[in-house]
């Protein structure tokens, strides 16, 4: 069945950098987009970035741009996600998600999450 | 972007009676394609989102019949026709018609 691991979180000071990664089991990585959402403790969810099946077309949400970019490695069937200038307000888990297959489509399996917390 | 509305914020039901949960979107959420991207997601405690519903009423593999989806548009309604103790948690409509994919604000589904 479909396994979605994410490592890489942890405490970083404000201005900081992190790379999260995603690895997934259990489907064809390479055919399929991922998404990266995360969740504040407590709080709702919030998309953050999307990659195409082959790495060709990427988006991210608006507030930020230019600071988070998201890869994929399909030889290691392994999902990126790399964070700088890091804010106290990024401090949420961060969650994989593998999309469905076939045209527009939507997250339909979720990773266990991993927990980003910025602070000094 | 699309706001996404849910209402109540939270369902105190009693076990073995129905439950329902209202959804909103600020636009219509028909794709140019004809299809409606509008999932439902359940979020029990300490675990991560689990996809329930996708395009409105299609439920995904595994999730029990007692959960189904309807709607068209802008409104959209989740029901569970008999909550059961693990369907405690926090659900989620989201929309995947448009980027950047959105969520609604969720509801807690507790029991009485």
């Known amino acids: 069945q479909v396994q979605l691991v994410e490592s890489g979180g942890g405490v970083v000071q404000p201005g900081g950098s992190l790379r999260l990664s995603c690895a997934a089991s259990?489907?064809?990585?390479?055919?399929?987009?991922m998404h990266w959402v995360r969740q504040v403790p407590g709080k709702g969810l919030e998309w953050v970035s999307f990659?195409?099946?082959?790495?060709?077309?990427?988006d991210y949400a608006e507030s930020l741009k230019g600071r988070f970019t998201i890869s994929r490695d399909n030889s290691k069937d392994t999902l990126y996600l790399q964070m700088n200038s890091l804010r106290a307000e990024d401090t949420a888990v961060y969650y994989c998600?593998?999309?469905?297959?076939?045209?527009?489509?939507?997250?339909?399996?979720w990773g266990q999450g991993t927990l980003v917390t910025v602070s000094s | 972007d699309i706001v996404m509305t849910q209402t109540p914020l939270s369902s105190p039901v009693t076990l073995g009676q129905p439950a329902s949960i209202s959804c909103r979107s600020s636009?219509?959420?028909?794709?140019?394609?004809?299809?409606?991207?509008l999932s439902w997601l359940q979020q029990r405690p300490g675990q991560p989102p689990r996809l329930l519903i996708y395009?409105?009423?299609n439920r995904f593999s595994g999730v029990p019949d007692r959960f189904s989806g309807s709607g068209a548009g802008t409104d959209f309604t989740l029901k569970i026709s008999r909550v059961e103790a693990e369907d405690v948690g926090v659900y989620y409509c989201?929309?995947?018609?448009?980027?950047?994919?959105?969520f609604g604000g969720g509801t807690k589904v507790e029991i009485k």
């Open positions: 998600a593998k999309s469905c297959s076939g045209g527009n489509c939507y997250p339909d399996s």
């Open positions: 259990g489907f064809t990585f390479s055919n399929f987009d």
């Open positions: 990659v195409r099946y082959d790495g060709s077309s990427r």
């Open positions: 636009q219509s959420l028909v794709h140019s394609d004809g299809n409606t991207y």
């Open positions: 395009k409105i009423s």
């Open positions: 989201m929309q995947a018609t448009q980027f950047p994919l959105t």
